[in-house]
C-alpha cells in the first residue's frame, strides 16, 4: 500500500489527532495536526485506506531485533521501525520502564516514500525473506515488476557500535517498463520533548551540508507578528529545502536520531507532529522530518541501492564523534563548542575515578582555577592597587576635568607610577565568559548528567527544585550561588568611589540569581564552587600582600644601613 498525501509543499505530514488537540491547537499559532490519508488509484503499488491497512483485515507483524543496549520493534507494512528502546535509559527517574523512541507515533521510522505529484508511503505486507538474532530483511514485489528488499542488522553485544543500526533499501526492476526514483524519501521518526527544555530549544530536526549543521525548531512552524511589522510570517506546517545534506537529525535534549545516507541526500522535509509525552503520558508537539533522495531512474534489468546508518541513542559526544562525519555537531555545544569538548572530556576523566557527577564538577571547578589561578593573582593585586590610588585619581579628574587630554595623560602616569595595568582586572573575566558558556551549553545537552544525583539535587540536568509555592518553583542552589558571589566581591577591594558603579555590583548577586535561578543545577553547581574558591583565593593573597607590604620597609632600611 501507499499512503497518498496531499500535495507536497503544501500539506504537512499528519499528526495523530483527538478532540485535546484539535482544541489545543486552535489556540495555538501552529498549524492544526491532521491525518494521513489514502485516496486514488496506482499501478505500482496498490493503494489501500490507512485504517484499513492498519485494521483487523491487515494486521501487522512485528519482528525485534537488538542487543543489550537497543530492542528494534519492525512492521512487516513497509519493513518500517515502529519504535526502538533503549534498554539503558530509563523513561523516568527510579522507573523500570525503558525510554523508547518514536513512541506512539503514527509514522514509523525509515518509512520509504517515493514522490511524483504527490507523496506516497509505502506500506506494503512483506514477506520475511531472512531472520535472526541482528538481522532481518523484508521484500515486496509488485505486479509491474519491481521488487522492494528491505533490510536491517544491529551489532551484537560484543561488537561494533550498539547503537548503530545499518538499513538498506534495494529497487530491483524485473519488468519491461523503468521506474522513476529521483524523489525518494526516507522518514527519521521523532523524539518526545523533556521536562528540562522548557522552551524546546534542543527539540528539533538538523541536517549537515558539508560545511554546516542546520537546525530547525518548533518555533519555525509557528507564526509570527515580528518586530514593528518587520519579520512577520504565517504559521507553516512544512519547511522543505534542497541541498547536499551529508546527514539529517531529529532530536531532543539528551537523546537523537541521526540517518547517515551512502550517498548524499538531495533535500529535505521538516515538519510538526504529535509525540508522546512521558511527563504529561499524552500526545505533544514535536519535531520530525524526511531526507529525499536522487536515485534516478530504474532501468529494465537494473538494481539501485539507498544504504544508510542510522544512530539512535543518547547524546554522548565521544560516541557521536567516533562515528565521524562532523555528527556530533548534533550536540549544538555553540561558538564556544570547542571549549565545551575539553571541559566534557575533562569531566568524563575525572568521573571515571570519582563515579559521582556532583564532585566531578566540583573537581573540575578546582581544576580550572588552579589553571586560571595566576590571572586571578594579577586581578586581585590590580584592584589593590587601584583602590589605593583613588585619592590622587580623584584629585586629577577634578584638576583636569576641562582638559581631556592631559587627564588621560596624568591619569596614564599615575598608573605606571603604581605598577597598575587597567587590562589586567579585566583579563580573568574575559577569559572565565567563554569558560562558562562552554560549560552552559555542555551540561544542558549531554546525556551525562540525566537522572544524575548530588546532595539535595535529584537531577543536575535540571534545577534543584524543592518545593513549589503554586506554580513557581522554589529552587535553593541559585540563593546559595547568590550569597557567596555577595560574599566574594565583599572580599575584593573596590577599585572605584563612584557610587553609581558601587550600587551595580550590589545588585550584581541578585541579577545572577535571577540569571541562572531556571538553569541546571550542574552549572550553578560550578558556579557556587568557583565562588567558594575564588574565596578562599582572595584570602590567601590578602594575607600574603599584607606581609608584602610590611617586609617592604624592612628591606628598604637594610639597603640603607649598607650604603
Aim: with cysteine; proline share 5%; glycine share 6%.
Amino acid at each position: 500500500m501507499l499512503y497518498h498525501g496531499n500535495q507536497l509543499r503544501s500539506t504537512a505530514i499528519s499528526r495523530q489527532s483527538s478532540k485535546n488537540s484539535d482544541q489545543s491547537s486552535k489556540n495555538s499559532n501552529r498549524p492544526p495536526s491532521r491525518t494521513i490519508q489514502a485516496t486514488g488509484d496506482d499501478d505500482l503499488i496498490p493503494v489501500v485506506d490507512v485504517q484499513q491497512a492498519l485494521g483487523k483485515d491487515n494486521e501487522p507483524k512485528y519482528f525485534t531485533l537488538g542487543n543489550d543496549s537497543i530492542s528494534l520493534k519492525l512492521s512487516n507494512l513497509g519493513g518500517t521501525i515502529q519504535s526502538i528502546v533503549f534498554s539503558k535509559y530509563p523513561m523516568e527517574k527510579g522507573g523500570s520502564e525503558p525510554f523508547i523512541f518514536n513512541k506512539e507515533s503514527d509514522i514509523p521510522a525509515l518509512s520509504l516514500s517515493i514522490s511524483g505529484e504527490n507523496r506516497k508511503f509505502f506500506t506494503n505486507e512483506t514477506v520475511i525473506s531472512q531472520e535472526d538474532s541482528n538481522s532481518i530483511s523484508f521484500l515486496y514485489k509488485t505486479n509491474s515488476g519491481l521488487s522492494i528488499e528491505r533490510s536491517y542488522s544491529v551489532p551484537d553485544d560484543k561488537a561494533g557500535e550498539k547503537y548503530l543500526i545499518k538499513h538498506s533499501t534495494k529497487f530491483i526492476n524485473h519488468g519491461t517498463r523503468a521506474f522513476d526514483l529521483r524523489s525518494v524519501f526516507l522518514e527519521l521518526g521523532s523524539f518526545p520533548p523533556t521536562a528540562s527544555d522548557y522552551t524546546g530549544e534542543f527539540l528539533n530536526f538538523s541536517y549537515y551540508d558539508g560545511r554546516k549543521a542546520h537546525f530547525l525548531n518548533l518555533s519555525e512552524f509557528d507564526a509570527s507578528s515580528g518586530f514593528l511589522g518587520f519579520g512577520r510570517k504565517e504559521a507553516r506546517e512544512i519547511i522543505s529545502g534542497k541541498s547536499t545534506i551529508n546527514w539529517g537529525s531529529v532530536k531532543n535534549q539528551f537523546f537523537a536520531a541521526i540517518l547517515r545516507p551512502n550517498i548524499p541526500a538531495s533535500g529535505f522535509l521538516a515538519f510538526p507532529v504529535k509525540s508522546y509525552d512521558y511527563t504529561s503520558k499524552s500526545g505533544k508537539d514535536s519535531v520530525s522530518g524526511s531526507l529525499e533522495f536522487n536515485l534516478g531512474i530504474l532501468n529494465t534489468g537494473e538494481t539501485k541501492s539507498l544504504d544508510v546508518e542510522f544512530y539512535t541513542g543518547p547524546k554522548d559526544f565521544v560516541k557521536l564523534d567516533r562515528l565521524g562525519h562532523n555528527q556530533d555537531l548534533v550536540m549544538q555545544f555553540g561558538f564556544f563548542g570547542f571549549i565545551g569538548k575539553i571541559l566534557l572530556l575533562m569531566m568524563r576523566g575525572i568521573h571515571s575515578i570519582i563515579s559521582n557527577w556532583g564532585l566531578t564538577i566540583i573537581i573540575l571547578t578546582m581544576i580550572v582555577k588552579l589553571v586560571l589561578w595566576p590571572l586571578t593573582t594579577t586581578q586581585v593585586r590590580s584592584s589593590r592597587r587601584m583602590a589605593k590610588i583613588q585619592g590622587p585619581m580623584r584629585n586629577i579628574k577634578e584638576k583636569f576635568k576641562d582638559n581631556p587630554q592631559k587627564l588621560q595623560t596624568e591619569t596614564m602616569k599615575l598608573f605606571k607610577e603604581n605598577k597598575i595595568n587597567p587590562a589586567a582586572g579585566c583579563l580573568p573575566i574575559f577569559i572565565q565568559i567563554p569558560i562558562f558558556l562552554g560549560l552552559y551549553s555542555m551540561l544542558r545537552t549531554t546525556s551525562d548528567l540525566r537522572f544524575a544525583e548530588f546532595l539535595w539535587i535529584k537531577d543536575l540536568s535540571m534545577p534543584d527544585t524543592l518545593a513549589r509555592l503554586g506554580t513557581f518553583p522554589i529552587n535553593l542552589l541559585p540563593f546559595i550561588m547568590a550569597l557567596t558571589t555577595y560574599m566574594q566581591m565583599k572580599m575584593m577591594p573596590s577599585p572605584s568611589i563612584d557610587n553609581v558603579q558601587k550600587k551595580m555590583f550590589q545588585f550584581m548577586p541578585i541579577i545572577f540569581m535571577f540569571f541562572c535561578y531556571n538553569l541546571p543545577s550542574g552549572l550553578v553547581l560550578y558556579w557556587t564552587v568557583q565562588n567558594l574558591f575564588t574565596m578562599l583565593q582572595q584570602s590567601i593573597l590578602n594575607n600574603k600582600n599584607l606581609e608584602v607590604d610590611q617586609a617592604e620597609p624592612d628591606r628598604s632600611k637594610k639597603k640603607k644601613r649598607k650604603i
